[in-house]
T-cell receptor, first 112, second 113 residues
Framework: NAGVMQNPRHLVRRRGQEARLRCSPMKGHSHVYWYRQLPEEGLKFMVYLQKENIIDESGMPKERFSAEFPKEGPSILRIQQVVRGDSAAYFC??????????FGPGTRLTVL | GENVEQHPSTLSVQEGDSAVIKCTYSDSASNYFPWYKQELGKGPQLIIDIRSNVGEKKDQRIAVTLNKTAKHFSLHITETQPEDSAVYFCAASKGQAGTALIFGKGTTLSVSS
């Protein structure tokens, strides 16, 4: 049973470009959470999605960030017009039924 | 807003000693408290969790305790081994389990042989 998959593992973007981060949950998991981790910090919640629905986006910056979890395919976290402050590790977690959250290996975004 | 405080930020022990990490939380509605271990360059790995209807839970060398009245919970690792060296994070559910997790800032545990 494969774990949570994230790609790419490393992403480099120049300021002003778009970043797309993908997350494939574990088989049978319909709940996806995105978190951001800055160096030497804990993880900060961004958004919680179920298939085709955003349940809680209270941690998401109001501008430039969006997330989706379509009926088919992975969940996508999209960051438009990236700035240096967006450089961080982005983790997604999946859960089968609003219980334990299992994390992927993360995408490390570097903005030049 | 909701907050989780974690102490200490770094912890160094000798192999075979015990290690204790403590957390406090602010949201009275939190009812789920997981602990994660993160190794360098990897994602957090769930190692143990506890729910609010239980005061203590044990899994081999790892135990967690929860005091809901005081809003404290702790991780205890006995007979530490070098492979236990990692960053450990506590977390509390934002309200009911199944919602966002609020994380502490982490404890870097170093176990020397």
């Amino acid at each position: 049973n494969a774990g949570v998959m994230q790609n790419p593992r490393h992403l480099v973007r120049r300021r002003g470009q778009e970043a797309r981060l993908r997350c494939s949950p574990m088989k049978g998991h319909s709940h996806v959470y995105w978190y951001r981790q800055l160096p030497e910090e804990g993880l900060k919640f961004m958004v919680y999605l179920q298939k085709e629905n955003i349940i809680d986006e209270s941690g998401m910056p109001k501008e430039r960030f969006s997330a989706e979890f379509p009926k088919e395919g992975p969940s996508i976290l999209r960051i438009q017009q990236v700035v240096r402050g967006d450089s961080a590790a982005y983790f997604c977690a999946s859960s089968p039924s609003r219980t334990d959250q299992f994390f992927g290996p993360g995408t490390r975004l570097t903005v030049l | 807003g909701e907050n989780v405080e974690q102490h200490p930020s770094t912890l160094s022990v000798q192999e075979g000693d015990s290690a204790v990490i403590k957390c406090t939380y602010s949201d009275s509605a939190s009812n789920y408290f997981p602990w994660y271990k993160q190794e360098l360059g990897k994602g957090p790995q769930l190692i143990i969790d506890i729910r609010s209807n239980v005061g203590e839970k044990k899994d081999q060398r790892i135990a967690v305790t929860l005091n809901k009245t005081a809003k404290h919970f702790s991780l205890h690792i006995t007979e530490t081994q070098p492979e236990d060296s990692a960053v450990y994070f506590c977390a509390a559910s934002k309200g009911q389990a199944g919602t966002a997790l609020i994380f502490g800032k982490g404890t870097t545990l170093s176990v020397s042989s």
